[in-house]
């Protein structure tokens, strides 16, 4: 009885490891690839619990989640041969399994050189093309666009995706930030004389504009007065003229006084005439005719 005991223990043993050795499991974050003495057979498998043949089935599981390549200091040369130094980082993920393992044997510091060595390609590419001003300025941008479609493209023969490619930091040598501190001081010193050349030139045309608006208000002002004042003495000449006709005779007595105000208004006046002038003729009338 003790026998038959041991023997069941020993078959549920032994059922228990066949059971274990034919099935395998695939995480939410796994991709995962089947072998059959080392040939794929499979690689679609969605999460969860998956057979296999023992020992004549292997499994092996590889990382769905995006990862991240650091790369340190490279050195790179621009259109007119200068050194920069640029730090980069590649976040990347698995696509296409099989591909993958294919490509790298399944390691990911293969993938992870070979991937470095793709994007490096295409910053060397785009930044041979450029200026230092045109890699630091705005066009960065740009450049790392035209650079993450690039590298995109080679890295579908690895099984990657290619998320995003990202330049941290660019350094130059001391004779290259000289350089480019020199252009940009006289960049910045040839917008600021165009941006005095343009003020300059406004300034000469508010001027300028100011100044005949000037001219045709004075204009239009002595114009005006003109005309007022012709209306006004044609007024003042027609005003006389009637009082002038209702009495010549105190018209001419209104107009002397006026005149002898004007001439003899002050005590340092002298005014030499002929006793028998006709400017004094109601003076030397002793009775006011």
């Not at 059971?19 to 679609?44: M, P, W």
């Not at 045309?205 to 004075?218: C, N, S």
Request: glycine share 4%; aromatic share 10%; charged share 30%.
């Amino acid at each position: 009885m003790k026998n038959s005991s041991n023997a069941l223990i020993l078959l549920v043993a032994i059922a228990a490891l066949i059971l274990y050795g034919s099935v395998f499991t695939v995480g939410e974050r796994d991709l995962a690839i089947k072998f059959r003495f080392s040939e794929i057979v499979a690689s679609d498998y969605e999460p969860g619990l998956h057979w296999k043949m023992p020992y004549i089935n292997s499994y092996q599981l590889f990382p769905k989640r995006l990862q991240t390549i650091n790369n340190p200091q490279e050195q790179f040369l621009t259109k007119e041969k200068k050194n920069l130094y640029v730090d980069f980082f590649v976040k990347w993920r698995i696509v296409d399994i099989e591909q993958y393992y294919k490509a790298t044997s399944g390691d990911a510091a293969i993938a992870a050189q070979r991937l470095l060595s793709i994007v490096k390609d295409g910053i060397r590419g785009e930044f041979a093309k450029r200026t230092v001003p045109e890699v630091v300025s705005s066009e960065r941008r740009e450049i790392m666009g035209d650079m993450l479609e690039n590298a995109r493209v080679n890295a579908v023969q690895l099984g990657i995706l290619v998320v995003d490619v990202r330049v941290k930091r660019i350094e130059f040598s001391d004779t290259v930030s000289e350089s480019v501190f020199k252009r940009m001081r006289e960049e910045r010193l040839r917008v600021a004389a165009e941006l005095r050349a343009e003020g300059a030139e406004n300034a000469e045309r508010i001027r300028a504009e100011a100044d005949r608006g000037r001219t045709v208000i004075l204009a239009e002002a002595y114009r005006d007065s003109e005309i007022i004042r012709g209306e006004g003495d044609a007024f003042a000449a027609e005003i006389y003229a009637k009082a002038y006709k209702k009495d010549p005779e105190f018209y001419s007595f209104s107009r002397s006084i006026d005149a002898y105000k004007s001439s003899l208004g002050n005590q340092s006046d002298l005014l030499v005439l002929s006793p028998d002038s006709d400017f004094l003729r109601y003076l030397n009338q002793a009775k006011g005719k």
